[in-house]
C-alpha cells in the first residue's frame, strides 16, 4: 500500500499517478468491470455476447456458425451477437466556491472530486471508452478519447482548477448533453447544496437519455459542525450572514441535515439517479473503487443506454 | 449649566460601551460552503457583510444616543423649556374694538396656552394708561380670566408706557420676554431700543376697513342771529387706501336735520359744516358706509354732542348800598333775561351760587370768593380772582382796540364812549383781553368753569358807557358767556389715528410673532423618555439577536 495522500498533492504529482495506475489493474479484477470495456447496443453487430440464433443465409459470416449447434441439430444455426460500443463517461464538475471548503488535514472537497473524477477517468480510459469534463462554474469543458493520453489531457484540465463564483449545475447540465455526443453516464461531481439545480440538471440528463450518478462531496464539517454555537456563519457563495443561536444549534443542524439528506435522496430516487455521498477526507481511490462495486462504469449500470 | 461635574462622569460610561464596539467589531466569521441548514436554524440573517456591519452601526449608536440621552437627563439641563417669565402687552386702543376686540382675546389665550405650566405671565393691558390685569405669576385661571375681560378703550394706547411697564415687570427676570399683541394703530418709535427684554409682536385685525366721525364740535357763531344759533363742524375720517363713501346724518335730539353725503379719500378726513338754528340739548352725527364696503369699529360711527346749558335765569347782584352803577346793572339783567336777581351786600355775599345762577360784583368785591361764575363791575377791591392795576385817569383811557372776534365783544359798539376812569387788570397767561386802553385791559374774561369770570373797569362815574345800548349789550354778552351757553364744544370721539386705523410702520415692519412649541414635558424629562425608549429598543434587538 503507497502512502497516504497528504491534502495538497497535485493531481498529477506521483502519488496520484500510482493510484490511477493500480486503480486501472484492480477495476479488472473487479467481476462487474471485467465485463466492461465494451458495452453491448442494441444494435446486431459485431461484438462477443449472443443473444439469439437462427438460421444461415449465404453471405453471413461463417465465424458466426454455430457449430455445436450443427453437431446436435445438423442444421447451420449463426450466432446473432448485439453490436459493442465504447461507454461515453461525463464528469459534471461542480467548481463553485462552495466545493473550496477544506481543512488543514482534509483536501478541499473541490481536489477530491477531481480526484475522483481522475480515477473514473483512469478506469474509463483504461477500456478506451471516451470522457468529457464540464465544470458547473469557471473551468474548461473538453472531450477526450480513450487511452493514456486521453487520460492526460483529461489531468491537464482537472490540475489547474480552482473554487470560485456560483453554482451553475443546470447551465452545465445542458453543455454536457452536447459535448458528450450521444448518451452515456454521466457523473455529477458536487457538494450539492444547491438540491434544486442538482436535481434539475439531473432530470435534464436523464431526459436526454443519460443515466446519472449523484457523487455528493462533503467535508467532515458540514457532516456534523461541532461547536458552531453563537458563531456567525458566511456562505462562501453568497456571502450571506447567519447567526447561531447560543446553544442547541448542533443538534438543531444535525436534524435538519437528515432531513436535507432523505429529501435529497428521494428526489435521486424519483428521478432513476445514483446517490454516492464521498467524504472529503476518504482516499479517493477507494471511493471509485467503491463506485465499482455499486457498478458505476459498469455494463450492468449501462443498461439502459 | 450642562458641564456639571458627574455628568462628566456619566459620559465616562459611554467608553465601554465604545469599546464593546470596537471588540464586536473584531467578531470572528466562519466561512461555510453553504448557509443551506444553517438558514434553518439562525437567530438573525443578514444578506451581506456590508448589510450586517451597517446594521451594527446603528445599533451601536442608537445604544450611544440613548446613554447620551440617560446622562444628559440625569444632569437636569435648563434649557430651551426652563421657565420664562413673560409679559403680554395687549393693546386696548379704541382701534381694537370690534371684530378685533375678540381676535385680541382669543390670540392672548391662544398665546398663555404656548407657556407652560412653570413660566410666571404677566398680562399688561395697553390703553391711555397701561395697567397690569395679571400677574406676573403662574395661575393659568386668572389669567385666563383677564384675557377674556380684554376691552377696547375709548382712546389711544400709549405702548411705549405700556412697554416699559412690561420691561419694569421684567426687571431682574429669567428669560425674560415681552410679547405686544397690536393692531398696529400706535407708534412705538424707539420705545422698544430701550427695552431689556426682547420683543416680539404679534399683529392682529389687520387689512380693515373703517369709517367714522373724528370730530364733531358746536359754536357760536360771530355772525348768530340768536343765542341758540350755532355753528357744527363734523370731520368724517377713513381708513385703508381707497376712497369711501359715506353718508354723514346730523342728528338734534333725535331728530334728523341734515343728511350729506361725502365722498372720503382712503386714509384721510372730510369736513362738513351745518348752521343750526333751534335750540337743543344733544347733537349728534351718524356716519354710514354707502358703499358696501366695511366698517371695522362701531363705536366712532356715532358721535354725540352736548350742547351748553340754557342762558342763567337767577342772578346775585352784590353792591355796596346806593352804588351808583348797580342800578344800571340791575336793569341791564333783566334786560339780559335775567328774572330773578337777589341782592347782596359785598359782607353778606354767598360763598357758592345755585346751579344755573351767576354772581355780579358792582363796586367792592365781598373779602371771600364767591363760588360760581361771575361778573365784576368796577371791583377795585375784595376777592377778585386777577390782579388790579393802578387807576387810570384822563390821557390814558383812549380806547385802543377791541378783540371783535369774543362773544363777549358781540355787538358791543364803544366807538364814541367817553371814558374818563378806568380800573385795568394784569392778566395771566390763560386770562383773554377784550378791550384794550392805552393804560391796560379793561375788559378781561378768565377762568374754566364754575370758576369763570368777566371783568369790566370802567368806572360807571367817569364814563357814559352805562347809558349806551352797548352796556346791557355787554352784560348780555358776559350773561351767556358766564352760562356757558355761549362756549366752543367738541364731542368726546375716538382719535383720528385710531378711526383711521394707522398703521406703525415700526410695528408693521416686525417679524410676526412665531409661537413657541408647547413642550408638554421638562427636556430632562423628556431625554429620559426618549433614552428609556431607545435602551428598550436595542436591548429587545440584542434578546432578538437583530443587534450584535
Known sequence: MSAPLGPDDPLLGAGVAERLARLSLLAQRLPEARRRGQRRTRRIGHGTDAIDERAYEPGDDPRRIDWSAFARFERLLVRVVADEAPLRLGLLLDTSASMGFGTMDTPTKLTQACRVAAGLAAVAAGAEDRVALTCAGPGPSLRVAGGARGLGRLLGALAPLTASGPTRLAAAARGMRGLLGGRGLVVVLSDLWDPDGALAAADALRGAGHEVVLARVLSSFERRPDGIDGLTLEDAETGELVTLPPSGALERYLAAFAAHEAALAEGARALGALLLPIDAAEPFDAVVLRALERGVLSRRSAAGC | ?548
Open chain 2, 1 to 548: 449649566m450642562l458641564m456639571r461635574p458627574w455628568l462628566v462622569v456619566g459620559l465616562a460610561l459611554l467608553v465601554p460601551i465604545l469599546i464593546a464596539f470596537l471588540y464586536r467589531t473584531q467578531d470572528r466569521v466562519a466561512s461555510v460552503p453553504s448557509t443551506l441548514l444553517f438558514r434553518q436554524i439562525a437567530l438573525v440573517r443578514a444578506r451581506t457583510r456590508r448589510l450586517r456591519d451597517l446594521l451594527s452601526r446603528l445599533a451601536f449608536f442608537a445604544c450611544l444616543a440613548g446613554v447620551a440621552a440617560l446622562v444628559l437627563a440625569a444632569a437636569e439641563p435648563r434649557g430651551i423649556d426652563d421657565p420664562r417669565t413673560i409679559v403680554i402687552v395687549a393693546d386696548v386702543s379704541a382701534s381694537m374694538g370690534g371684530a378685533t376686540e375678540r381676535e385680541l382675546r382669543d390670540q392672548v389665550q391662544r398665546l398663555l396656552r404656548t407657556t407652560n405650566g412653570r413660566d410666571m405671565v404677566a398680562l399688561v393691558a395697553a390703553g391711555a394708561r397701561p395697567r397690569v390685569l395679571s400677574g406676573p405669576s403662574g395661575d393659568a385661571t386668572a389669567l385666563a380670566d383677564a384675557a377674556r375681560a380684554l376691552t377696547a378703550e375709548r382712546g389711544e394706547a400709549d405702548l411705549g408706557a405700556a412697554l416699559r411697564l412690561a420691561d419694569a415687570l421684567l426687571d431682574g427676570a429669567y428669560r425674560p420676554r415681552i410679547w405686544l399683541v397690536s393692531d398696529g394703530g400706535r407708534p412705538i418709535h424707539d420705545e422698544t431700543l430701550a427695552l431689556a427684554a426682547p420683543l416680539r409682536v404679534l399683529r392682529v385685525g389687520a387689512d380693515r376697513d373703517n369709517v367714522g366721525v373724528a370730530v364733531l364740535a358746536a359754536r357760536a357763531p360771530l355772525d348768530a342771529a340768536s343765542d341758540e344759533e350755532r355753528e357744527v363742524l363734523a370731520t368724517v375720517v377713513a381708513s385703508g387706501g381707497r376712497a369711501r363713501h359715506v353718508s354723514l346724518v346730523l342728528e338734534a335730539d333725535g331728530v334728523e336735520l341734515a343728511r350729506r353725503s361725502l365722498e372720503v379719500p382712503g386714509g384721510a378726513s372730510v369736513e362738513a359744516t351745518f348752521r343750526l338754528r333751534v335750540a337743543a340739548r344733544e347733537l349728534a352725527a351718524r356716519v354710514t358706509p354707502t358703499d358696501g364696503g366695511a366698517d371695522a369699529l362701531p363705536s366712532d360711527d356715532v358721535a354725540r354732542l352736548a350742547l351748553g346749558a340754557a342762558r342763567a335765569q337767577r342772578a346775585v347782584l352784590v353792591a355796596p348800598e346806593a352804588h351808583p352803577a348797580a342800578f344800571f346793572a340791575e336793569r341791564a339783567l333783566r334786560a339780559a333775561g335775567i328774572a330773578a336777581i337777589t341782592r347782596y351786600a359785598p359782607a353778606d355775599a354767598p360763598r357758592a351760587l345755585d346751579e344755573g345762577a351767576i354772581a355780579v360784583v358792582v363796586g367792592a368785591a365781598p373779602a371771600h370768593r364767591i363760588g360760581g361764575p361771575t361778573l365784576f363791575l368796577d371791583a377795585r377791591t375784595g376777592a377778585i380772582p386777577v390782579a388790579i392795576g393802578a387807576p387810570l385817569g384822563a390821557g390814558a383811557t383812549a380806547l385802543r382796540s377791541i378783540d371783535r372776534a369774543h362773544t363777549l365783544a358781540r355787538g358791543v359798539e364803544l366807538d364814541g364812549a367817553t371814558i374818563a376812569r378806568a380800573t385795568p387788570v394784569e392778566l395771566g397767561p390763560r386770562d383773554e383781553a377784550i378791550v384794550e386802553l392805552d393804560g391796560g385791559t379793561v375788559l378781561a374774561a378768565g377762568g374754566a368753569g364754575g370758576d369763570r369770570w368777566v371783568f369790566l373797569g370802567v368806572d360807571p362815574t367817569g364814563s357814559d358807557l352805562v347809558l349806551r345800548v352797548a352796556f346791557p349789550v355787554l352784560v348780555a354778552n358776559a350773561v351767556a358767556a358766564l352760562s356757558g351757553a355761549a362756549d366752543e364744544r367738541v364731542a368726546e370721539t375716538l382719535p383720528r389715528d385710531e378711526s383711521a386705523l394707522a398703521a406703525s410702520a415700526a410695528l408693521a415692519s416686525a417679524p410676526p410673532l412665531r409661537e413657541p412649541f408647547p413642550w408638554p414635558v421638562g427636556l430632562p424629562f423628556a431625554l429620559a423618555g426618549l433614552a428609556a425608549v431607545v435602551l428598550s429598543l436595542e436591548g429587545l434587538a440584542y434578546l432578538r439577536g437583530y443587534a450584535r
